[in-house]
């Protein structure tokens, strides 16, 4: 059974610092991983996609990587603004479930 | 931007009464997923649709039951609700089961 998890489960930062957020998962049989957003109390928000075949993926401050061969991915925010305060899931599609499954988050907060 | 709708944003009602949960996209896409969401927890596939008339149970048992008689709408009703189905349900669709997931903002029902 696939198992996802994200250390921490909530992390504080002064604005402006570069920080990673860590996933985990046990089975590298995937097909992809995706870092999502989430603000208290509404959906998620496809943050970047990263497809089994690549390293990493960039969108503006963001970057993500992904080892599959050890079961890691990273959440790298540079630049950290207090909009940036939200929780963070990861989630992975396994190969043969066509399904995701997510990880419990982190709780990030920017501190102005 | 995400084009799927969530309606009611948020509902309270008494136990035993039916409900049905509204989820619509407008992008054309075939596959369709509902998760339930505690707060502070992981979501949890509770049922999922790859296409017209098209529906499963996910990994997460729920009394709940969904229809997909047009792609675009993937409704989710509970015949008798009770306190224990108080939670966040969030829809989501995606073009195919390797691509970005978009959710809709979510309905947070509370059975009183």
Known sequence: ?112 | EADIYQTPRYLVIGTGKKITLECSQTMGHDKMYWYQQDPGMELHLIHYSYGVNSTEKGDLSSESTVSRIRTEHFPLTLESARPSHTSQYLCASSRTEFEKLFFGSGTQLSVL
């Open chain 1, 1 to 112: 059974k696939q198992e996802v998890t994200q250390i921490p489960a909530a992390l504080s930062v002064p604005e402006g610092e570069n920080l990673v957020l860590n996933c985990s998962f046990t089975d590298s049989a995937i097909y992809n991983l995706q870092w999502f957003r989430q603000d208290p109390g509404k959906g998620l928000t496809s943050l970047l996609l990263i497809q089994s075949s690549q390293r990493e993926q960039t969108s503006g401050r963001l970057n993500a990587s992904l080892d599959k061969s050890s079961g890691r991915s990273t959440l790298y925010i540079a630049a950290s603004q207090p909009g940036d305060s939200a929780t963070y899931l990861c989630a992975v599609t396994k190969q043969g479930a066509q399904k995701l499954v997510f990880g419990q988050g982190t709780r990030l907060t920017i501190n102005p």
